[in-house]
């Protein structure tokens, strides 16, 4: 098309249906009246109206992460605006491919503190990939595309657009849909040949190889790869939090997760692997715990990731690629099936099974002090919900069992902040899940601490006919804190007591929601039946230890082998 | 500690400079010295950046300005392989005419101009090497420095004048 008059928020709208949008979330405010103007008439775009902005973006986030699409959300100028900054830096931490739209005070007044104003630009500048403040209607089309096409293009990330309101409200003869983009911005995406062929020979000669498989891997959609190789080596494989999804974690090659909260045979093998692969991460303290010297020490170390400067950061490796996880996956497995298949069977293989098995067998011996069943629950949970559900989860033990216990078989699946650490993202983020995949079952993983940050969104989700299950995990506490302050504050709770909580029932009943309370584990599987045929949103209110503790867990500057609460893993 | 300077190709638009900036805010790293101007491409900005740091540091910010949409080209360039320079103002007192020859005669020594005079002042140019203009300040501060202005490093690499 070229060269129409059109007003800018027809540009931006027209841009997004060309960007292949089908669905934003947000809140409408005085500068956006323009925008929301022209999407009342807008067929194309569902627009779903959240209660708070911060929702807004992690449903965008949560809506990118299960449909690998670029999610959208919108928020007004001032307060909307600095409501979406949880949800944007969350998203941006955790590479999830997002587009925010803010409105702003026309151009004639920024800078004069107008009514609602707030420098949107300038704080949202170090949690995005890229940030616009437009200037003229006429370049909306080029900024729209850009924004798209940088946030979905190598190392995904956030870009948000400021839209100030005179912007949106003038006209501008243009031509849409514009090819142009940045001469500084070309993602990496095509590997290092010589790279891939030393990668090549130093798989093959390995003795005892391992994988470790970051959210890079889901993101770049390689997981068939991933498999692929693991099966060619007979390499196990583990994964980071973000990593959950990247291989079926019943595959028998799947170790789980490693890391702080990990599987102990999972960082046990990191410890004692000759070479490690790992894919699409950045080495996150969460996952190679602070002794380094116990982080594959006898391992040629080889890291693949789209983002340069993600080499060398955290971990100094031997052979680095940079480029995408599922080319580079495809030249690796094209020149490595030209030898012979790794013969299942090595010690290698032997030993990570027998500690595997041991550990497996063991987690039924844990003593159990009162109410302690938040394992229990979640492993019940895994078994109810079929391969194609998605799990999201809030932040902190919560989290942490889903991470542990939940068993992931499926990619984008299992949804969970995990560089921000954002309390009150689980329920917002299923909110985005189910309505990128309305067919299938949404449950959040929930603290009662977390789910209290964000539970306002109980209406969207009523209003809107978005039926996904809230689980709290009830102990009044915020737990993962309190199990810090008993671990290494000898015991001193400070402000970690939630005292008086709602009523959860009465309170999701209020918003005309589902709800059930589950007192025993045996309850869960009915109250989960009942909630999914209940056609509504529903909450339930799950009562668990109020001490109950993650374990086993590296304490704070441990190694990965050095984790406590293994009592009961001394055979390994 | 060494100094490092980082020339930069921008695109020349608002917020680059904070883009940039924010990075060693971030990182806790003070920049020495910057320098922004307009450079032989239209639409493109260069940037010196003379930053005192360790160099495994360095190397991670310098990727991660890289990673900036708006950054063309990013160059490392060592001091021994650049051409640096920086240009410096400064006003000497001169209590007597003695003062004011001494003056003259070491500026001249120096190769600085003499770009304004006054009955008790003399004003200087010098484009040299920031060392070596750190040595013709320390010298000067014996007559009294009453002001100084400083432009901050701008460098070029050496040889056939193409940036790694």
Request: glycine share 8%.
């Amino acid at each position: 098309m070229t060269g129409v008059k059109l007003s800018g928020a027809e540009i931006v709208v027209e841009e997004l249906k060309t960007e292949g949008v089908e669905v934003a979330f947000g809140i409408p405010g005085g500068v956006l009246l323009d925008l929301y103007d022209v999407l009342y008439k807008e067929e194309a775009i569902r627009h779903i109206l959240m209660r708070h902005e911060q929702c807004a973006a992690h449903a965008a986030d949560g809506y990118a992460r299960v449909s690998g699409k670029t999610g959208v959300c919108i928020a007004t100028s001032g307060p909307g605006a600095t409501n979406l900054v949880t949800g944007l830096a969350n998203a941006n931490m955790d590479s999830s491919p997002v587009v925010a739209l803010t409105g702003q005070v026309p151009t004639s007044v920024i800078g004069t503190n107008a009514f609602q104003e707030a420098s949107t630009f300038t704080i949202t500048m170090p949690i995005t990939k890229h940030n616009f403040l437009v200037k003229r209607t006429e370049d909306l089309p080029k900024v729209i595309h850009n924004a798209f096409y940088i946030a979905n293009t190598g190392r995904k990330g956030v870009v948000l657009v400021d839209l100030p309101k005179d912007i949106l409200a003038g006209e501008a003869k243009v031509d849409l849909h514009p090819k142009e983009t940045f001469a500084g911005y070309k993602p990496n995406i095509k590997p290092n040949q010589v790279q891939i062929k030393r990668v090549v020979e130093i798989l093959a000669q390995a003795e005892r190889p391992l994988i470790l498989a970051g959210g890079g891997v889901i993101s770049a959609d390689a997981t068939v790869e991933l498999r692929r190789l693991a099966e060619f080596l007979s390499a196990p494989v583990v994964t980071t939090l973000m990593g959950k999804g990247a291989i079926p974690e019943s595959h028998p090659l799947c170790l789980g997760m490693a890391g702080m909260h990990g599987q102990v045979y999972a960082n046990r093998a990191i410890n004692e692997c000759d070479a490690l692969l790992a894919l699409g991460t950045r080495f996150s303290d969460r996952t190679t715990g602070w002794q380094l010297d116990q982080f594959a020490p006898d391992a040629t170390l080889i890291h693949v990731d789209i983002d340069t400067a993600e080499i060398n950061k955290n971990l100094p490796v031997d052979i680095p690629i940079v480029g995408d996880v599922k080319l580079a996956l495809s030249e690796i497995l094209k020149l490595l099936e030209k030898k012979r298949a790794k013969k299942s069977g090595s010690e290698w293989e032997k030993r990570i099974k027998k500690m595997h098995e041991a550990c497996d067998s063991c987690v039924e011996d844990i003593p159990r002090e009162g109410a302690s069943v938040s394992d229990i629950l979640i492993k019940e949970i895994s078994k109810i919900l079929d391969d194609d559900a998605i799990v999201t989860t809030e932040v902190g033990q919560c989290q942490m069992f889903a991470a542990h216990y939940y068993m992931t078989r499926k990619p984008r699946t299992f949804i969970s902040s995990g560089g921000l650490g954002t309390m009150g993202f689980g329920f917002p983020a299923a909110i985005g899940a189910k309505v990128a995949a309305p067919d299938k079952k949404v449950v959040d993983i929930a603290g009662d601490g977390s789910f209290l940050m964000t539970c306002q969104d109980l209406a969207t989700c009523v209003e809107s006919d978005i039926q996904v299950v809230v689980c709290i995990f009830d102990n009044r506490y915020l737990g993962m804190v309190r199990q810090w302050q008993e671990l290494f504050y000898e015991k001193k709770y400070a402000q970690t007591g939630l005292g008086v909580t709602p009523d959860f029932v009465k309170l999701a009943e209020a918003f005309g929601c589902y709800a059930e309370r589950v007192e025993k584990p045996e309850e869960l599987k009915d109250a989960l039946n009942n909630a999914f045929e209940s056609g509504k949103t529903a909450v339930l209110d799950m009562i668990v230890g109020k001490e109950d503790k993650v374990l086993p867990m590296i304490p704070p500057g441990g190694g990965i082998i050095g984790m406590i609460g293994t009592e009961r893993c001394k055979h390994i | 500690m060494q100094t490092h300077i980082i020339s930069l190709l921008v695109e020349d638009q608002p917020g680059v400079l904070t883009r940039m900036s924010g990075m060693f805010t971030q990182r806790g790293i003070n920049i020495t010295s910057l320098t922004v101007s307009p450079c032989e491409k239209e639409g493109l900005s260069r940037m010196t950046v003379a930053i005192k740091g360790s160099e495994r540091e360095l190397e991670k910010v310098r990727k991660q300005i890289s990673n900036l949409i708006e950054v063309v080209k990013v160059v490392d360039l060592g001091e021994s392989e650049a051409i640096v320079r920086d240009l410096c103002l400064l006003k000497v007192h001169v209590k007597n005419s003695e003062a004011r020859s001494e003056v003259m005669q070491l500026a001249e020594s120096y190769g600085a101009k003499i770009v304004d005079a006054a009955l008790d002042s003399v004003t200087l140019e010098l484009t040299e090497e920031p060392e070596r203009i750190n040595r013709f300040v320390d010298l000067m501060r014996h007559f009294g420095v009453k002001q100084l202005f400083r432009t901050g490093v701008t460098a070029i690499g050496t040889g056939a004048g193409l940036e790694r």
